[in-house]
C-alpha cells in the first residue's frame, strides 16, 4: 500500500517563526512536490523536486524554501511565517519516466499563522 | 487566464441524480487527463484517468475528453451521499517536466 506521509496534521506557529513541514514516501519516487490549497484557489505549486539535492520552484515559492538530501523525503521551509501562509498544505510524490504516472498525497497540515 | 478553469461549486443535489462536472483548458498539448477526489480534511485520491479524446467508464463513473473543445468531464451515475466530496481535475502534456495542471476543484454535496 503506497503511503505519503506528512509529519503533523495540524500546525499553530507565531509570525516570524521558522517552520519546517516534512514529507516522507515509501514508493522510491523520484518526484515530489508541496502544494498549497486554499479555498477557490485549488492547488497551488509552491516547489517540487526531480531528484536528491534537485529542485524547482512552482508558482508561488516567495517565502518558501525546500530540501531533499534524501529520496524518500522532502521538507518545506517557510523562512519568517506570516499569516498570509495560512492554509493546508499538501505533499505528493510521483513516479518519473511519463506523463501518465499517478500522484499520491499526503493527507495534509493545516498550518495555522497567529 | 488560468490554463484550466474548474467551477469550484458548491455544486448540491439530491441523491440518486445524475451529476456533471466539468473543467476547460486552453493548452491544446495537454494529453493526459486525470480526475482525482478529495474528501473533507484528506488527501486527494485519483479516481479516473483518459487518454487523448474520448471516454472512460468505471462503475458509475464516466470520465469524457473533448479535445476539439477542450472541455473534460465527469459524470457520476446514481449519486450517492458518499460521493460528497471535492472533485479536482489535471491533466499534463508529453515533454519538458510532465507537470500536472490543476483545477480549482469543484465541491460537490449530495442531499440524502
Known amino acids: 500500500d503506497v503511503k505519503v506521509t506528512q509529519s503533523s496534521r495540524y500546525l499553530v506557529k507565531r509570525t516570524g517563526e521558522k517552520v519546517f513541514l516534512e514529507c516522507v514516501q515509501d514508493?522510491?519516487?523520484?518526484?515530489m512536490f508541496w502544494y498549497r490549497q486554499d479555498p477557490g484557489l485549488g492547488l497551488r505549486l509552491i516547489y517540487f523536486s526531480y531528484d536528491v539535492k534537485m529542485k524547482e520552484k512552482g508558482d508561488i515559492p516567495e517565502g518558501y524554501s525546500v530540501s531533499r538530501e534524501k529520496k524518500e523525503r522532502f521538507s518545506l521551509i517557510l523562512e519568517s511565517a506570516s499569516t498570509n501562509q495560512t492554509s493546508m498544505y499538501l505533499c505528493?510524490?510521483?513516479?518519473?519516466?511519463?506523463?501518465?504516472?499517478?500522484?499520491?498525497f499526503g493527507q495534509g497540515t493545516r498550518l495555522t499563522v497567529v | 487566464q488560468k490554463e484550466v478553469e474548474q467551477d469550484p461549486g458548491p455544486l448540491s443535489v439530491p441523491e440518486g441524480a445524475i451529476v456533471s462536472l466539468n473543467c476547460t483548458y486552453s493548452n491544446s498539448a495537454f494529453q493526459y487527463f486525470m480526475w482525482y477526489r478529495q474528501y473533507s480534511r484528506k488527501g486527494p485520491e485519483l479516481l479516473m484517468y483518459t487518454y487523448s479524446s474520448g471516454n472512460k467508464e468505471d462503475g458509475r463513473f464516466t470520465a469524457q475528453v473533448d479535445k476539439s473543445s477542450k472541455y473534460i468531464s465527469l459524470f457520476i451515475r446514481d449519486s450517492q451521499p458518499s460521493d460528497s466530496a471535492t472533485y479536482l481535475c489535471?491533466?499534463?502534456?508529453?515533454?519538458?517536466?510532465?507537470?500536472?495542471?490543476w483545477g480549482a476543484g469543484t465541491k460537490l454535496i449530495i442531499k440524502p
Open positions: 489535471a491533466m499534463s502534456a508529453m515533454g519538458g517536466n510532465y507537470q500536472l495542471i
Open positions: 505528493a510524490s510521483r513516479p518519473g519516466g511519463g506523463v501518465n504516472t499517478e500522484a499520491f
Open positions: 514508493m522510491d519516487h523520484e518526484n
